[in-house]
């Protein structure tokens, strides 16, 4: 079983940029379909974008098409999650998740660990 590890949240200003960071251990990354999520309050948790096993990804969330990137470092067990161009609507707590699924799915309920979440505050 992987164990997620997430770094980089944080509090910061409309445009600027920030990296998440997921750490695993226990198994390689590559071995799982990696998923980042984010909660508001009051709102369910929304999919943002997945990474296959393969490296491929799937279509981002439209709410941050463009601003936001997801990759992969195997040689160190990490998937990241770059935003760039972060608004007041990007705060949230931010997730990753991995799913044994073959194709990592878009909703929460396919994926089997979570990493501990992490607080992007966005102020305007």
């Known amino acids: 079983q992987v164990q997620l590890v997430q770094s980089g949240g944080g509090l910061v200003q409309a445009g600027d940029s920030l990296r998440l960071s997921c750490a695993a251990s226990?198994?390689?990354?590559?071995?799982?379909?990696m998923g980042w999520f984010r909660q508001s309050p009051g709102k369910e948790r929304e999919f943002v974008v997945a990474m296959r096993r393969s490296g491929g990804t799937t279509p981002y969330a439209d709410s941050v098409k463009g601003r936001f990137t997801i990759s992969r470092d195997n040689a160190k067990n990490t998937m990241y999650l770059q935003m760039n161009s972060l608004n007041p609507e990007d705060t949230a707590v931010y997730y990753c998740?991995?799913?044994?699924?073959?194709?990592?799915?878009?909703?929460?309920?396919?994926?089997?660990?979570w990493g501990q979440g992490t607080q992007v505050t966005v102020s305007s």
């Open positions: 998740a991995a799913s044994l699924m073959i194709l990592p799915p878009l909703t929460a309920k396919g994926y089997d660990v």
């Open positions: 226990g198994r390689p990354i590559s071995t799982y379909g």
